[in-house]
C-alpha cells in the first residue's frame, strides 16, 4: 500500500514561466525553497487543480541562534556548566516559536480566503495546519506549480519546483509542506559479504579466543582487544542506551542465541527492550530482512553487557519502508514532533495516515531520551532543504543539552556520502561523472557525533598502531570505506577549527588540487572511527561476516555507554553531547591516530582512489580523531565534573 500524494521531487528547471511570471506582479515575495534534482525521480503529470493537498506551515523557533553558545557551555571541558544539562521543560521553553508569529500566518491565511475554522494552530506552538486545502488553492497561495512525481511502479509523489512567500511571512516560516522536499526513503549503510570463510561455529570460535586474525574476521574480543574495553559496569539499573531500527528490518531471537553462546554466554535468551515507535514491531513478513539489526544488537548487546539495550523500532508493513530521521525524534521530543499539527509528511511518513489501511498511531513524546543513542543508517545531505536540514540539526542540538549522545554513520563511500562514487555536478545533483564532495546526512550536521570506518591492517596483531582506514575492493570496481568529508551547508563548528586547520594546512602542501572539490570551510566529518570491517555475527543462521560503518557505530555506542556507566557511578552526569571533549587536546592520548589508508572519492575523478581522503597524524577527514581507547576515555571523563 503506497501513498498516492505524498512527495516531492522533479526534474524540472527551478523556476517555471509561471512561477516568473507571478513574481514580477508581486514584488514582495521571496523565493522560500526550491527543490533539488534527484536522478531517480520521473515526473508524471500534473495533478487536478482540485486534489486535497494537506498543507502544514512549520514556524521558526526561537533562540536558535544561541543554541551553539548553549551547547558549548554544559559541553566544553573548560566550561565551569560542564555536565549540566537541560531538562525537556527548558528546552521546550526556551526554543518555541513566539506566539506573534503564528497570529502573522494565521492572518495572512484568512486575508488570502481560508476560512479561520479551517487553520489549526498545534499545542506546541510550532505547526499551522489548513484542512481541506487543495492543490489549486495552495498553488495560488505559494505561488507554485505542483507535479506528480512516480518513483519505481507504485509510488506517487506531488512536489513542486519552488514557492514564494511574502517577505513578512517567510521571515517567520521555516518550511511548508509537501513543497519541495525529497522523500527519505533512508539508505542503508550495509553489505553482507558472501558466506564465506566463516560458516560454522567451531571456525569462530577459533577466531574468538585468539587476537590475532581480526583483520580478516572480528570478533567481539577483537573489538575488546583493539579499544582497551575491561571494564565492568555498576551502574546499568540508572544508565540506558537505544539503537535506531528501521521497518522493513528486525532480527530473529535464535540468531542472537546463536552468537551470545559463542560470545557472551551470560546473555543466553536475552532480548533487547522493544521501543515500539510509529507502529514499530519486531513481527516478520515476507520484506522483512534480519540481517543488520541482528548483527547491530549482537554488538551492542555483547560489548555494552550486562547493560540493557533499547531497540527503538520504527514502522511495520502498513506503514512502508517510507522513512525519516524525525520519527525517532519526535518520539522523545513533543515540542519537535510534528502531530499535534499534523505530520510533515512530505519527508516524514504521514501519521496518522487517514487512507483506508493506514496506520492510525504516531509516537510522539512517549519516549525519556537514551543516554546513547546508535543510528546506523545515512541519507545525502544534498537532497535536503537548508531549512529542513537546519531544523533537524537543531533538534540533535537540543538532544545534546538534555545529555544525549547522539551517533551517526558516517556512510560506506568515502567523500560520496551514502551512494558509492556518486559525486555532485555544478548544479548540486548527484551524478556519476561529477567532482564535488557529496557529504552524508546527519553526518554532516554539527551537533551529531559522527563515526567512520577502520579495519585491521593485514596480517596485523591486535594492538595500538593495528588500524588503517577502512577500504575494500567492490566487484563493480567500487570501493567501500568509510565515510568522510566537508558539509555544503554547515560551517567549521568551533570545537573542531583547529583540527580541521591542521589537516588542511598539510593538504595544501601535499595535494593542493583536491581542496577545490570540497567546501574547506564546512563541518567536517567523521569525529572519530572505529571497526567496519569483516564482523563475525549470525545472520538467519548462519555465520556470515559483515562490513559497514553501521557496526563501527554501535562500538561507539557501547564505548559511550560504559564511559556513562563509569560517571553515573561516581555521581556525575552522562557525557551528551561529546565532540567538545573529544577534539579538546586533553583527550587526544585517548585516542588511536589512524595514520594510513585513502577513502573513496569521485567515480568522475581520476587518479588514486578518485582523490578520497588520505589518512595522517592528527584528525583528517578518512578517520577522524581515531579508534577510541575505553580505559583511557574513562580517566579522562572522570577528571571532569
Ligand atoms: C475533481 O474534478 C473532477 C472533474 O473536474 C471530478 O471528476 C472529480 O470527482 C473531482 N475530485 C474531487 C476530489 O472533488
Ligand atoms: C558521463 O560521461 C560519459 C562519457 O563522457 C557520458 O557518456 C555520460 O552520459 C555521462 N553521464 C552523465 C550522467 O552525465
Ligand atoms: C599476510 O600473510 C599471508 C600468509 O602468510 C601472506 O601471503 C601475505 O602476503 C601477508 N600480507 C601482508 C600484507 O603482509
Ligand atoms: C587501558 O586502560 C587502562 C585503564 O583502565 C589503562 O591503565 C591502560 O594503560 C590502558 N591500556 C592502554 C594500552 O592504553
Redesign the pocket.
Known amino acids: 500500500m503506497h501513498y498516492s500524494l505524498v512527495l516531492l521531487l522533479g526534474l524540472f528547471s527551478p523556476l517555471t514561466q509561471g512561477i516568473l511570471t507571478r513574481e514580477r506582479e508581486i514584488e514582495s515575495r521571496v523565493i522560500h525553497e526550491r527543490h533539488i534534482p534527484h536522478p531517480s525521480y520521473n515526473a508524471a503529470h500534473q495533478p487536478?487543480a482540485?486534489?486535497?493537498l494537506p498543507l502544514r506551515i512549520g514556524l521558526k523557533q526561537r533562540n536558535l541562534a544561541l543554541l551553539p553558545t548553549e551547547l558549548l557551555a554544559i559541553s566544553d571541558p573548560a566550561s565551569p556548566l560542564y555536565g549540566r544539562h537541560w531538562t525537556p521543560a527548558q528546552v521546550l521553553e526556551a526554543f518555541a516559536p513566539p506566539e506573534e508569529a503564528g497570529e502573522i500566518v494565521r492572518r495572512w491565511l484568512v486575508s488570502e480566503g481560508v476560512g479561520k475554522e479551517r487553520v489549526r494552530w498545534s499545542a506546541d506552538k510550532a505547526w499551522i495546519d489548513v484542512r481541506s486545502a487543495t492543490v489549486g488553492e495552495v498553488e495560488k497561495l505559494i505561488g507554485a506549480r505542483y507535479r506528480v512525481f512516480r518513483r519505481g511502479e507504485e509510488e506517487e509523489y506531488i512536489a513542486c519546483d519552488s514557492y514564494t512567500l511574502p517577505r513578512s511571512i517567510a521571515d517567520v516560516v521555516d518550511i511548508i509542506t509537501p513543497t519541495v522536499q525529497p522523500n527519505t526513503k533512508l539508505a542503508e549503510v550495509r553489505r553482507s559479504l558472501p558466506h564465506n570463510g566463516v560458516s560454522h561455529e567451531r571456525e569462530v570460535k577459533r577466531a574468538s579466543v585468539a587476537v590475532t586474525g581480526c583483520d580478516k574476521a572480528v570478533t567481539p574480543d577483537c573489538l575488546k582487544a583493539l579499544y582497551n574495553m575491561t571494564y565492568v559496569p555498576q551502574a546499568t539499573d540508572r544508565n540506558s542506551m537505544a539503537i535506531v531500527n528501521y521497518y522493513s528490518n528486525s532480527y530473529l531471537q535464535s540468531d542472537l542465541d546463536m552468537f551470545f553462546a559463542n560470545f557472551s554466554p551470560a546473555l543466553l535468551g536475552k532480548s533487547p527492550e522493544l521501543v515500539s515507535i510509529d507502529g514499530g514491531t519486531l513481527e516478520l513478513d515476507e520484506s522483512s530482512s534480519v540481517g543488520e539489526a541482528g548483527w547491530v544488537l549482537q554488538y551492542a548487546m555483547t560489548l555494552a553487557q550486562p547493560q540493557p539495550v533499547k531497540l527503538l523500532q520504527l514502522g511495520n508493513k502498513q506503514t512502508g519502508e517510507f522513512r525519516s530521521f524525525n520519527e525517532w525524534l519526535d518520539a522523545v521530543d513533543a515540542s519537535y514532533c510534528t502531530s499535534n499539527g499534523g505530520d510533515d509528511f512530505t519527508y516524514d511518513p504521514q501519521l496518522p495516515n487517514p487512507r483506508p489501511g493506514g496506520l492510525n498511531e504516531h509516537s510522539c513524546g512517549a519516549l525519556n531520551p537514551p543516554n546513547v543513542v546508535s543510528n546506523s543508517q545515512a541519507d545525502h545531505e544534498y537532497r535536503f532543504s537548508q531549512f529542513y536540514l537546519e531544523r533537524q540539526c537543531a533538534e540533535f542540538g537540543k538532544l545534546g543539552l538534555m545529555g544525549v549522545t547522539v551517533l551517526y554513520a558516517a556512510g560506506n563511500t568515502g567523500v560520496s556520502g551514502a551512494q558509492s562514487g556518486y559525486c555532485l555536478d555544478r548544479n548540486g545533483a548527484m551524478n556519476l561523472n561529477a567532482t564535488n564532495f557529496n557529504p552524508a546526512w546527519p553526518a554532516s550536521c554539527p551537533w551529531v557525533t559522527t563515526v567512520g570506518g577502520t579495519q585491521v591492517k593485514a596480517n596485523a596483531t591486535v594492538a595500538p598502531g593495528a588500524e588503517e582506514v577502512w577500504n575494500e575492493d567492490l566487484t563493480s570496481g567500487f570501493f567501500l570505506s568509510g565515510g568522510g568529508g566537508f558539509s555544503n551547508r554547515f560551517t567549521t563548528p568551533g570545537y573542531q577549527k583547529h583540527a580541521v586547520k591542521g589537516f588542511l594546512g598539510g593538504l595544501k602542501k601535499t595535494d593542493p588540487g583536491l581542496v577545490k572539490h570540497f567546501n574547506a570551510r564546512g563541518r567536517a566529518y567523521p569525529d572519530l572511527s572505529a571497526n567496519a570491517n569483516s564482523f563475525v555475527n549470525v545472520d538467519n543462521g548462519e555465520f556470515v561476516l559483515s562490513s559497514g560503518t553501521s557496526g563501527a557505530v554501535p562500538t561507539v555506542a557501547s564505548i559511550i555507554t560504559l564511559v556513562n556507566d563509569a560517571r553515573i557511578a561516581a555521581g556525575k552526569t552522562p557525557v551528551g553531547f561529546i565532540n567538545p571533549a573529544i577534539y579538546s587536546p586533553a583527550f587526544a592520548s585517548a585516542f588511536n591516530d589512524i595514520t594510513s589508508g585513502t577513502s573513496q572519492g569521485c567515480k568522475g575523478l581520476q587518479g588514486d582512489r578518485g582523490g578520497g581522503f588520505k589518512a595522517g597524524r592528527g584528525w583528517d577527514p578518512a578517520s577522524g580523531l581515531g579508534t577510541p581507547n575505553l580505559g583511557l576515555l574513562i580517566e579522562k571523563w572522570l577528571e571532569l565534573p
Open positions: 487536478p482540485n486534489l486535497s
